[in-house]
C-alpha cells in the first residue's frame, strides 16, 4: 500500500523559504508515475502548485511558478517542495499527492487525477 | 487558466435523499480530465471520480459522474450519513484547477 507523509516546519518566517519533503512508502518513485503538491489555505479551497515525474520533466502553476522548486531524490524515495520569499498568503496546508496515469498532448506529457495524497501538514507564515 | 464553478456552494438534504452536484468549466476540458473529491474536516481529499465518469478504487456506486465538455455532474443517488462533506471538482491539463467546492451538509 502506497502512503505519503509530508514534513517539515510549521513556522517560516516572511521572506524565507519554505522547506517541505514527503516521504512516500510502499512504491519506489523512480518506477513512474508524477508526483506533485497541492495546498488548501484555511477555510478556504485546493490550489495545484506543481507537479514532476520520475525522470525529471516538471511543470509548474504559473502563480507561484517563479517561486516554486519541486524535486524527487530517488535515493531516499521522497519529494520536496521549496517556496522562496513566503508572505501570509502562502499559510496553508500543504499535501503532497500522486498523480494516476499520464498521458501525452502535443503540449506535453502530464499527470492523472490525484488518486493517494498525504495527510497534509499546516505551514504558517509570521514572524 | 481554466476556471471551474462549482454550483450550488451549500446542498442540504437528507440522509436517503440524492444530491446533484455541478462543476462548469470556462473553457473545454479536453478528454474529459475531470476528477471529483470529497474532502472531510481535518483530512486530505479522497479522490471519487476520474475520466469525469471512472469511479475510482473502493467508491461505492451510489456515487457517479457524468458530462464532458464544459458541463460535469457529480451525482449521489442515495446520501449515507457519512456522504455529508466537501465536494470539489479538478481539471488535469496542462495546469491543473480545483473548482470552489459544494459542501453537502444534513438538512
Known amino acids: 500500500q502506497v502512503h505519503l507523509q509530508e514534513s517539515g516546519p510549521g513556522l517560516v518566517k516572511p521572506s524565507e523559504t519554505l522547506s517541505l519533503t514527503c516521504a512516500v512508502s510502499?512504491?519506489?518513485?523512480?518506477?513512474?508515475?508524477?508526483w506533485g503538491w497541492i495546498r488548501q489555505p484555511p477555510g478556504k479551497g485546493l490550489e495545484w502548485i506543481g507537479s514532476?515525474?520520475?525522470?525529471?520533466?516538471?511543470y509548474y502553476n504559473p502563480s507561484p511558478k517563479s517561486r516554486v522548486t519541486i524535486s524527487l531524490d530517488t535515493s531516499k524515495n521522497q519529494l520536496s517542495l521549496k517556496l522562496s520569499s513566503v508572505t501570509a498568503a502562502d499559510t496553508a496546508v500543504y499535501y503532497c499527492a500522486r498523480h494516476m496515469a499520464g498521458y501525452c498532448t502535443n503540449t506535453g506529457c502530464y499527470g492523472g487525477a490525484f488518486d493517494i495524497w498525504g495527510q497534509g501538514t499546516m505551514v504558517t507564515v509570521s514572524s | 487558466e481554466i476556471v471551474l464553478t462549482q454550483s450550488p456552494d451549500t446542498l442540504s438534504l437528507s440522509p436517503g435523499e440524492r444530491a446533484t452536484l455541478s462543476c462548469r468549466a470556462s473553457?473545454?476540458?479536453?478528454?474529459?480530465?475531470l476528477a471529483w473529491y470529497q474532502q472531510k474536516p481535518g483530512q486530505a481529499p479522497r479522490l471519487l471520480i476520474y475520466g469525469a465518469s471512472s469511479r475510482a478504487t473502493g467508491i461505492p456506486d451510489r456515487f457517479s459522474g457524468s458530462g464532458s465538455g464544459t458541463d460535469f455532474t457529480l451525482t449521489i443517488t442515495r446520501l449515507e450519513p457519512e456522504d455529508f462533506a466537501l465536494y470539489y471538482c479538478?481539471?488535469?491539463?496542462?495546469?491543473?484547477?480545483f473548482g470552489g467546492g459544494t459542501k453537502v451538509e444534513i438538512k
Open positions: 473553457q473545454n476540458i479536453s478528454s474529459s480530465y
Open positions: 479538478q481539471q488535469y491539463g496542462s495546469a491543473p484547477t
Open positions: 514532476v515525474y520520475h525522470s525529471g520533466g516538471s
Open positions: 510502499g512504491y519506489s518513485i523512480s518506477s513512474g508515475y508524477y
